[in-house]
């Protein structure tokens, strides 16, 4: 059984899949809280539901790509299980992680897309630094950057541990509505970084509050 915020069918928003209709698997609870959270409902709303009830609830979007993310999806024990029933089914899984727990275990198939924190998140002394040299050569390195602490903290990881040439992405995405893209993109390419600037493209499509999208 795993706790279940909300599972919906949408537009992927934040990774090189962004733009792909995509059903998300939102599971419930986190032991972080980022000053810049979008999704703090998820802290405590949600319901148990078997594997194959959340299964069966994807499967009827008919759609080749699932992300299971959250609140942080590596809480519950059962989303090992989960993973490997959605791998199973011959569908692409994303797994979108706070970057705190460790991702040894997640199966090989998933891509992974897993967070450092950034010193403004509040939660940078979480990171657990092992998972950096975990990384498949499909996963993705997402830094979510509010200011100019937060970029060059980030240009010095990317930089420490090689992800450029060690993932298959590394995303830097500015906090909605407070960093202006512009401003990160003219830091990216006056330091020639190798990353890709994203926006969460889902938050200009739908309301930047709107759920389930
Ligand atoms: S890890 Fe994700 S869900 Fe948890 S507080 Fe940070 S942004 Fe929110």
Redesign the pocket.
Known sequence: MLTVNEIFYSIQGESTRAGRPCVFVRLTA?????T?????Y??HEGHKRSISDIVEAVEVHDCPLVEIT???PLLQEDVYPLMDRLIGSGRTVLL?????RPIDRVPAEVVKIV?V?CPA?G?ADKNHWPNLARLAAHDEVKF?VQDRGDYEFARDVIARHDLASRAAAVLLSPVHGVLDARVLSEWVLADHLPVRVQLQIHKYIWSPTTRGV
């Open positions: 986190c032991d972080l809280r980022c810049w959270c979008d999704t703090p998820a802290f959250g609140g942080e979108e992680t706070g970057g705190h967070d924190k998140s939660e979510v």
